[in-house]
């Protein structure tokens, strides 16, 4: 893993495509700081600042580990400061003059963030530069797709585990732990990045019998119960049970790029009404993916979805309890576990190739348990392709 | 764990001190909306939002789930809201008007969301009142302080634990995977708080050997090599050796409450040096909670472990290498890993009982090792009290 860095070709196209963009926007410049989105467009997810001017090259400046940034970037200028005070000097050095407009990070830079860097940047206008950076993101190259394979490969192997290791008695959050373990035995990093202030990423969303119905805070179907009222989502102290649903959401993510799948499993035998419904979440999982090409919006695949699972039976179970449903059946994914574009009701995104969805019909048997799939999967020039390796399957252990 | 509620008497006094210090502020009402404050001060994490004016009972908002928020929360209005532009409405039926001023949490409050809030609340003046909430969290309760020593009780199981179970050829992500799994089942809620939208808290702080000592972009005297450059800090994919200083920084969660502790470990022999270096950050730590009582500053602390640091003859190596030295050596803790106060070189801050800090006295030995121990405490009226229940040594397996 210590050999891994980021390709030069990647890093000068995806700051092309940025400009492009910025240019469309009438937008002089940006400055990027989030870690992810510097990691993205620089290759090193060290302490800086990247300033992208319309057209130009890009310089980076660095607060923190200078010698490490060097090494992993492919950014040609790179330029060690102390305070991001230093940085308008520095631009009117190599640019000649500060932008007109300045595009921020305005979906995760916090408002006192922004108050301060308003009183280093004097510029005209800011704007609000992250819609652009995750239209660039959104669309993969192949290098990409590849280290989401290699992703899923970890997370393929995980899932095999999981046959073998599940036990009734532990509990949900310890067994979650033994199959963590595991996977990071294969290179998976433990850390799942979320965009949001608000959002959690962890990785033991278990949901197990009636417990794992319970819908809460988070935006999915069901919440579960979690470890305490300070957590009240996912994996919990209860302890996996025979002859029960249980719903494995497993995210993993290698060089920064995540999978995130799930699959049911059951020790001794599946109830009939959860393996019913865990074959209909498979049949509208598969629906879904026959109708995904490009120019297809998103909303058409909800709506597909959804008239399948009417079609099915399950009007009432599907994407959660009535009152709670989510209106959504999968998220864009890469270097965070939830991207752009979401496939939901309301977006009119279309599909193009080189997008990678998470798809995830899921039902709540409110009371009883939750049942459902989730997968992987690149769009192409003429369909899709699966990035998931596990088998569309209920494991019956 | 389920049967965990925060008393009604702590989100009273909780509130009756934040009105306080709303009122000296000048500062009408605050809407507070990210989860741990949230948390905080209703005992419930839910999808909401809380108004407390500066006088008069709050109101609780929540969106999502509210069977769950009535059976967390004590406090007495709660009500249920399906979109945030319902709040302004339900203020004026209950207070007759709209503050003057509106405090919001400004170092995590997204400028987007901050935008949105502005279209929604029109008020005259929109304040930060992040502050407000920090000072009112940094003294903690005996309630709390029970909780973290619950928490406490976890981690020193954990550090026991690690001695029969550390092994050559582990892993350092792999070990951490392995000691994580023995505190979840000892009720270890996994996911650590981490407040800033750039600061990430992990489960797996492990620094070995040479990798150990690596500088990097967090702010921490060593960084480690991490997994990859999409996440260059922490554990990462070098085994443990025989032989060599094994820094294992834990964080654990027990009902929100967190615990932050550092220790040593080797197998085999501790390396002379490295041993030394160990005692050395020990005496420093003995040594500056010697000096903790109330109305010390945190300043004077810093102060006291830079010249202790320095006759012991560890000027160069004391909280990280010439260049990348830290200038804190502590922090508050509680329903976060990082709180405040800082224990630092420029902050004015005088010691109240109440206070929980971590304290960190570290070494940097530049491709050689880190060194040094973090153990948690609670300033008393005369003094102060350990929190950590795990021996301040240096453990050789």
């Given at each position: 893993m210590d050999d891994f860095k980021v390709p030069s070709g990647e890093i000068e196209s995806r700051i092309k495509r940025l400009q492009i963009k910025m240019q469309d926007a009438g937008m002089d410049a940006m400055l990027i700081v989030q870690r992810v989105d510097l990691f993205y467009f620089t290759g090193t997810a060290q302490n800086g600042y990247l300033y992208v001017p319309a057209q130009g090259d890009p310089r980076l400046f660095i607060r923190k580990y200078m010698p490490r940034a060097q090494k992993e970037s492919s950014i040609r200028e790179i330029l060690k400061i102390r305070?991001?005070?230093e940085i308008p000097g520095r631009i009117m050095d190599y640019y000649g003059r500060l932008p007109g407009s300045l595009g921020l990070e305005f979906d995760v830079l916090p408002v006192s963030d922004f108050n301060f860097y308003q009183t280093v940047f004097k510029v005209e206008r800011y704007l609000d530069g992250s819609p652009l950076i995750h239209e660039t993101r959104m669309i993969k190259s192949p290098w990409e797709i590849e280290q989401m394979e290699r992703t899923a490969m970890i997370s393929g192997k995980t899932f095999e585990y999981m046959k073998t290791a599940i036990s009734p008695g532990l509990t949900e959050m310890e067994f979650a732990g033994m199959f963590e373990t595991y996977a990071r035995r294969l290179g998976h990093g433990g850390y799942l990045r979320a965009r949001n202030f608000q959002a959690k990423a962890y990785n033991w969303h278990i949901l197990s019998g009636k417990n794992g119905s319970m819908v809460g805070f988070?935006?999915?179907p069901a919440s579960g119960v979690g470890t305490s009222a300070a957590f009240p989502?996912?994996?919990?102290?209860k302890p996996l049970n025979v002859d029960e649903p249980i719903m494995i959401d497993l995210g993993t993510v290698l060089n920064g790029y995540h999978m995130d799948e799930t699959r049911m499993y059951a020790m001794g035998r599946m109830p009939d009404r959860a393996m019913k419904a865990c074959r209909a979440s498979i049949e509208i999982h598969d629906t879904v993916l026959e109708n995904v090409?490009?120019?297809?919006s998103v909303s058409e695949l909800f709506n597909i979805s959804v008239s399948k699972a009417k079609s099915l039976g399950y009007k009432e179970q599907y994407l959660g309890p009535e009152g709670y449903k989510?209106?959504?059946?999968g998220h864009g994914i890469g270097l965070e576990l939830v991207e752009h574009p979401i496939i939901a009701r309301d977006r009119d995104y279309r599909l193009e190739p080189g997008m990678t969805f998470s798809l995830e019909p899921k039902m709540v048997f409110e009371n009883e348990f939750s049942a459902g799939i989730e997968s992987v999967f690149v769009v192409t020039e003429t369909g899709h392709r699966m990035i998931?390796?596990?088998?569309a399957d209920i494991f019956v252990c």
């Open positions: 305070s991001m005070r988070i935006d999915a989502c996912g994996g919990g102290n090409k490009p120019g297809v989510v209106s959504f059946i998931s390796k596990v088998p």
